[in-house]
Nanobody, 125 residues
Framework: QVQLVESGGGLVQDGGSLRLSCAASGLTFSSDIMGWFRQAPGKEREFVAAITGSGTLARYADSVKGRSTISRDNAKNTVYLEMARLTPQDTAVYYC??????????????????WGQGTQVTVSS
């Protein structure tokens, strides 16, 4: 049974930073593409970042590029998302997702087969 458990969300001040973690189980993990998505109230779920199984390649949404870093520790079956210079527009539920195909970093959410329950990030102005 696959489980993805996010942590690290919470209330952050405008301009602040945070690090989200996602602990995975039931996956091969080291061969899976791991991604982060977010969904703000009234909006569709959107791609944030993803990383290949080896950790050598990453892809970012334009909205977070340059102020975010996705990384992974395959020994701990954990993927991380660090974000800086947060603004209220970053407020959303952040989801961890896994694509076991591992062939290419896709951005559409339907390409990802497994999802966590999400962690709320609220940026106060």
């Amino acid at each position: 049974q696959v489980q993805l458990v996010e942590s690290g969300g919470g209330l952050v001040q405008d301009g602040g930073s945070l690090r989200l973690s996602c602990a995975a189980s039931g996956l091969t993990f080291s061969s899976d593409i791991m991604g982060w998505f977010r969904q703000a109230p009234g909006k569709e779920r959107e791609f944030v970042a993803a990383i290949t199984g080896s950790g050598t390649l990453a892809r970012y949404a334009d909205s977070v590029k340059g102020r975010s870093t996705i990384s992974r520790d395959n020994a701990k079956n954990t993927v991380y998302l660090e974000m800086a210079r947060l603004t209220p527009q970053d407020t959303a539920v952040y989801y961890c997702a896994a694509d076991p195909s591992g062939r290419y970093i896709y951005t559409p959410s339907y390409q990802y087969h497994y999802w966590g329950q999400g962690t709320q990030v609220t940026v106060s102005s």
